[in-house]
C-alpha cells in the first residue's frame, strides 16, 4: 500500500492569516525602530569622537601651560 | 404689347408620380424565405452539428480534490483548502458559513511547531539582550554625567586658575 499523506486540521485560519498579518507588521515595525536605534548610536559616537578630540587638545594645551608654569626658563 | 401676351408658352407636360405606398421602405424583419440558407432552425441545431442523439452524463466515478503539496513554507498561499463534499456537496443548497479550516500535511505541521519554537527561543534570547542594552544605557548614562561632573570642575579649577594668575598682574 501507498503511503498516504495525513493532514492535520488547522480550525479558524482566517484568524490564524489576521495574526500572521499582525505578527509581519510589527516585524517591520521593530525593523525600522533598530534602524532609527542604529542611527542614533552612530550619531552617538560620532559626538563621542569630537569628545575625545576636544579632549585631546584641551590636554595639549594644559600640558604646556604645566611645563611654562614650572620651568619658565625653558619658554 | 399684344405679341407679348398673345401666344401662351407650351410647358411640356411631366407625367405626376405615381402613388407609392406608405410603407414600402419601412423597416421591415427578412423573412424566412430570403434567408433560409444561414438561418438555422433550433430543431436542426442537433443535425447542423452532426449530433444525432443527446450525450448521455457520465457517471461521476471521480474523487473529490485532494489538497496540493506546497514546497515552500512562507511562500504565499502555500495550502489549498480541502473541501471534502466534492461533487455531493456542490449540488447541495448553500449552507451557511463555517468557520474557516484549513488541511496542513503532517511534515509541514511538524516544522510550523518546530519553527514556532525556535521563533520562542530567539524571542527569549532577545528579552537577554534587551537586559543587558538597559544596564549598558544605565552605566553609559552614569558615565556620562560622571564626564559632566568631571568637566565642570575642570572648567571650574582654570577660572580659579586664571583668577589666581591675573589677580595680581590686574592688582
Redesign the interface.
Known amino acids: 500500500m501507498e503511503k498516504m499523506p495525513v493532514f492535520i486540521k488547522v480550525e479558524e485560519y482566517n484568524s490564524v492569516l489576521e495574526l500572521m498579518n499582525v505578527v509581519k507588521k510589527k516585524l517591520d515595525e521593530a525593523k525600522s525602530i533598530l534602524l532609527r536605534i542604529n542611527d542614533l548610536k552612530n550619531e552617538e559616537d560620532h559626538q563621542l569622537e569630537l569628545w575625545q578630540n576636544a579632549l585631546a587638545e584641551v590636554e595639549k594645551k594644559i600640558d604646556f601651560i604645566d611645563q611654562s608654569l614650572a620651568e619658565p626658563e625653558q619658554y | 404689347m399684344g405679341w407679348l401676351f398673345a401666344r401662351k408658352k407650351k410647358v411640356p407636360q411631366v407625367p405626376f408620380p405615381e402613388k407609392v405606398a406608405a410603407d414600402e421602405k419601412a423597416l421591415k424583419f427578412p423573412t424566412r424565405a430570403a434567408s433560409s440558407g444561414r438561418v438555422i432552425e433550433p430543431g436542426k441545431i442537433k443535425e447542423v452539428a452532426g449530433v444525432e442523439q443527446a450525450p448521455v452524463q457520465a457517471p461521476i466515478t471521480s474523487f473529490p480534490p ?2 496540493k ?1 506546497e514546497k515552500s513554507f512562507f511562500g504565499k498561499p502555500h495550502l489549498q ?2 473541501s471534502p463534499g466534492g461533487f455531493e456537496e456542490a449540488r447541495l443548497p448553500p449552507s451557511p458559513p463555517k ?8 511534515d509541514v ?1 511538524r516544522r510550523i511547531i518546530l519553527e514556532r519554537d525556535s521563533v520562542k527561543e530567539r524571542l527569549n534570547n532577545l528579552f537577554e539582550v534587551n537586559k543587558v542594552l538597559e544596564t549598558s544605557e544605565y552605566n553609559e548614562e552614569s558615565n556620562f554625567s560622571r ?1 559632566k561632573r568631571s568637566m565642570t570642575m ?1 572648567h571650574n579649577n582654570l577660572l580659579e586658575i586664571d583668577k589666581i594668575m591675573f589677580k595680581s598682574q590686574g592688582d
Open positions: 485532494l489538497p503539496e483548502e480541502f468557520p474557516q479550516e484549513l488541511y496542513v500535511k503532517l505541521y564626564l575642570l
